[in-house]
């Protein structure tokens, strides 16, 4: 018996139709807790062209995405009337499985203290204990949004982040073009181990056993940013052994992210202080992967935070203390909502 006869090609026609596809259109749904940032998350997806709708009945939510054409965000509160975060997370995987949309969870999160805090700057009430304590809200809709946190894409931890630098990590993750070849977001933090690990990280790397800045009265006022701590980190007869090591995993574990479906991986390198040896791993990490096409961004959370607190910039030499990618901004900065 003679083989079958070779299928034949596909006419052009249909091979030029599959290339013209549209992009699936993107909804992006936006959670977490009161005053941790979720008016000023999509406020700024407003500005990027997004549709927004805040805070709509949650049988509203599938509908709401049939309708428009735009990219949407969403806007989901534990004060929503019957709110139940199982009914978010099954209209969430419907939405999913539709290979015309992208559909992604953001979660804003930011510690007790820190949002105890910003309820009494303002002086507002918290809508889940409007007649009690703050505090008893903020544990109240943690309780009720925790399987939403857990299910998150994006976790953003506002509790270090500055209004202008949230708004620039969203226009960054959510702005036109923002795929790249890769598809892959990765974030970059250095930060101090006594001030607490980053929630957000993926993966942690110690970069104590480095020797350090801090002991040489010339390079204490400096930072990682600085030439002359570069140069006096990189003479420690370990720290090339350890970069290529770190490089090496990285060049291992990224790819296998991409093929799991992951969107975001956050990695974090840490010092006792945040301000010298994580500072430097930071970028020359963020340097080699930018050389390998990963969309990379970069946040020195203890020299923002000295910002923050200083209300002045931390030293900087050429280059940008803190969010070094983090440039673009519109208008004036709102405050987190």
């Known amino acids: 018996m003679s083989p079958p006869a070779a299928s034949p090609p596909p006419p052009l026609a249909s091979l030029a139709a599959a290339g013209d596809r549209p992009a699936p259109r993107r909804v992006v749904l936006v959670s977490g807790l009161s005053g941790a940032g979720k008016s000023s998350i999509l406020h700024t997806l407003e500005d990027l062209g ?7 009945p949650l049988p509203m939510l599938a509908d709401l995405v049939a309708r428009g054409e735009r990219p949407l965000a969403i806007g989901v509160h534990a004060r929503t009337s019957g709110f139940r975060a199982a009914s978010v997370l099954r209209v969430l995987a ?3 499985r539709n290979p015309a949309l992208r559909v992604e969870l953001v979660f804003a999160t930011a ?12 002086r507002r009430r918290h ?3 409007p007649q009690g304590r703050v505090s008893d809200g903020i544990a109240a809709e943690t309780a009720l949004l925790a399987p939403l946190r857990a299910r998150a894409d994006l976790l953003i931890d506002t509790s270090d982040l500055p209004p202008g630098a949230l708004r620039a990590l969203i226009e960054e993750r959510f702005g036109a073009g923002i795929e790249g070849e890769r ?8 930060f101090a181990y006594p001030a607490g690990l980053p929630r957000e990280a993926d993966l942690v790397f110690d970069a104590r056993f480095l020797r350090n800045p801090h002991y040489d009265p010339a390079l204490r006022p400096l930072t990682g940013l600085d030439p002359a701590v570069r140069a006096y980190i990189e003479a420690d007869p370990d720290h090339a052994t350890f970069l290529q090591q770190v490089n090496a995993m990285l060049a291992l574990l990224l790819p296998r992210f991409v093929a799991e479906g992951k969107k975001y991986a956050t990695i974090a390198v840490g010092c006792t202080g945040g301000r010298h040896r994580s500072v430097h791993l930071i970028e020359r990490l963020a340097a080699y992967l930018g050389e390998q096409g990963w969309r990379v961004t970069r946040t020195h959370r203890e020299l923002v935070r000295s910002e923050t607190n200083d209300g002045q910039t931390t030293r900087p ?6 969010r070094a990618d983090f440039s673009r901004r519109r208008r004036p900065e709102r405050d987190h909502g």
């Open 50 to 56: 997004y549709e927004v709708v805040d805070n709509p």
């Open 94 to 96: 419907i939405l999913q």
């Open 111 to 122: 510690e007790e203290a820190v949002l105890l805090r910003r309820y009494t700057e303002t």
């Open 127 to 129: 809508p889940l204990a």
């Open 183 to 190: 598809g892959l977001v990765i974030s970059l933090i250095s």
């Open 317 to 322: 030499p050429a280059g940008k203390a803190g």
